[in-house]
């Protein structure tokens, strides 16, 4: 019937109303039972992700080790952290480490990064170390071929020093140093035909065991020929397997060396800490890399953000004309054990028993423009631990973000992210597909996420008084799991997982 102005009133028998009512009753509770409830929600932080270019306020939702839901609505879940006035970052990726337990890892840890690799010299014995680092990790790890091991296994008769090694990698203590100093007496060994050939082939194998990538240190093997070399990356090419590489201690002809043998062969190159190879003349090491990439050639650097480098005494580094070569001296150098200055008799005498100095040699303006420079990653070159490590070993990534991005605004957040996250995880794509899901914030991706304070955000490890933890990294997850939260170390959780390149068997 109509009523007043014509709208039509419908009416319903007494018992279809009842049904009508009972049906709106029971939907209402299934909708709100059927509605996810995710792991954990970071409610309210701001979300950057590199690769789509959000920057915004999100909510995300994670369940077990995966980003399940980025979304502007309230999302519900066992458990919500409210991270407003934090950013909200993919977990920082550190391509170039040399200390692998976790008395590093949870400096790293504080630093943001939740996946750091020895990739510049690699790791002996993959296998054995992969499996030593099982359910102890507190970030995810990983390693490349070591180029300078394999070659010292066709050198001489090494048995009882290749079991020892393998005793302390099994054991779980092995370490850089260790490695470094037991095939120390081949560096300036060069290899014949055939040696080539074997070394190329104990490679190949270390590969199948899940490397990802060839290290090829040169700068410490200075007996190792150009032809060599040029074979390494040629079964480099063959394999689109990346060089990571330490160049030659020749200025930028080592640069230029490096670039024409990627160049020829075709094979992916990263060339790693970029200023203090090129020292001085880093502006025309980052022109050179610039100009590669954009003829197409697959070539990438990184730097670390200080002045300072860091390296062992009784290396070919410090072969004679260091002087000459880095423009420095005695004074410039400073012994980690104590933190001293050296002198040509504290220099010769340490020489002769080894260890760690830090070399005081890079300018400030130096460092800028290698973290403004288009697609230079950052990575640590983290050194094992000691009372007077290196800062970089603790302080990397939150220096940037801290000293280079808030206070000195070389380059924005995002970009500063891209540099920590992106970048290396596509650096890694083709050799490590399960790099894919690392790098970004994005629906599928592992939830390894960095949630830090951008007003607060600051390294705190210095050359003076040794590490700390940086500050301003409140939390951090690991495949889902928090290691970090209200900026502590999460205790007796280890969810590091390994990252393993594609030729594993």
């Known amino acids: 019937m109509l009523v007043g102005s014509g709208v039509p009133v419908l009416k319903f028998p007494k ?13 209402c509770p299934v909708e709100a039972q059927t509605s996810k409830i995710y792991d954990i929600v970071l409610q309210g932080g701001r979300v950057i992700d590199p690769e789509t270019g959000l920057d915004t306020v999100k909510n995300v939702g994670i369940i077990n080790n995966r980003i ?3 979304s502007s609505k309230p999302l519900r879940g066992k458990e919500i952290v409210n991270v407003s006035g934090l950013v909200v970052a993919p977990g920082f990726i550190d391509l170039h480490v040399h ?3 976790n008395q590093e890892q949870e400096y790293q840890l504080h630093d943001g990064v939740t996946t750091a690799l020895e990739t510049e010299f690699g790791t002996e014995f993959l296998t054995q170390w992969y499996a030593s680092r099982k359910s102890k990790a507190l970030i995810n790890y990983g390693a490349s071929v070591s180029w300078a091991f394999e070659r010292f296994r066709t050198l001489g008769n090494f048995n009882k020093e290749l079991n020892q090694l393998k005793q302390t990698v099994v054991s779980g203590e092995s370490g850089w140093q260790n490695l470094f100093n037991t095939i120390q007496p081949t560096y300036t060994n060069s290899l014949s035909p055939d040696q080539t050939n074997l070394t190329l082939a104990n490679i190949r194998k270390s590969l199948d065991e899940g490397a990802l990538g060839i290290g090829v240190p040169i700068a410490y093997v200075p007996g190792a020929k150009p032809d060599e070399i040029f074979e390494v990356y040629k079964l480099a090419a063959g394999l689109q397997a990346p060089v990571f590489t330490h160049v030659r201690e020749a200025g930028i002809m080592a640069f230029q060396q490096a670039i024409a043998d990627a160049a020829v062969t075709g094979a992916p190159l990263h060339i790693c800490h970029i200023n203090s190879s090129s020292q001085g003349e880093i502006y025309f090491a980052i022109e050179l890399i610039q100009a590669a990439r954009s ?7 990184e730097l670390y953000p200080y002045t300072a480098s860091s390296t062992k005494l009784e290396s070919a580094l410090f072969n004679d004309g260091w002087q000459q070569r880095r423009n420095i001296s005695y004074g410039d150098l400073q012994w980690v054990a104590t933190g001293e200055r050296l002198t040509k008799e504290t220099f010769d005498s340490y020489r002769k028993s080894g260890g760690i100095v830090i070399i005081h040699s890079m300018q400030p303006e130096w460092i800028k423009a290698g973290i403004a420079a288009s697609g230079i990653m950052i990575a640590s070159d983290a050194v094992p631990y000691a009372r007077l490590a290196h800062p970089r070993s603790a302080g990397a990534f939150s220096r940037v973000l801290g000293k280079y991005v808030r ?5 924005s957040l995002p970009d500063a992210i ?4 992106l970048l290396p995880a596509k650096r890694l794509e083709g050799i490590s597909p399960m790099m894919k899901q690392k790098g970004r914030i994005q629906v599928g991706s592992d939830a390894d996420i960095t949630i830090f304070d951008p007003k607060t955000i600051i390294d705190k490890a210095t050359f003076e008084k040794g590490l700390e933890f940086s500050e301003g990294v409140e939390h951090v997850l690991v495949n889902g799991s928090f290691v970090l939260r209200n900026g502590n170390t999460v205790s007796n959780v280890f969810p590091g997982q390994p990252i393993y390149g594609k030729y594993r068997k």
């Open 407 to 411: 206070d000195e605004k070389v380059l």
């Open 68 to 70: 399940d839901e980025i």
């Open 15 to 27: 018992s279809s109303l009842l049904v009508l009512a009972l049906v709106i009753c029971f939907c």
């Open 99 to 101: 200390g692998r337990t």
């Open 295 to 301: 003829r197409g050639l697959d070539i990438t650097a």
């Open 418 to 421: 891209e540099k920590m996250t």
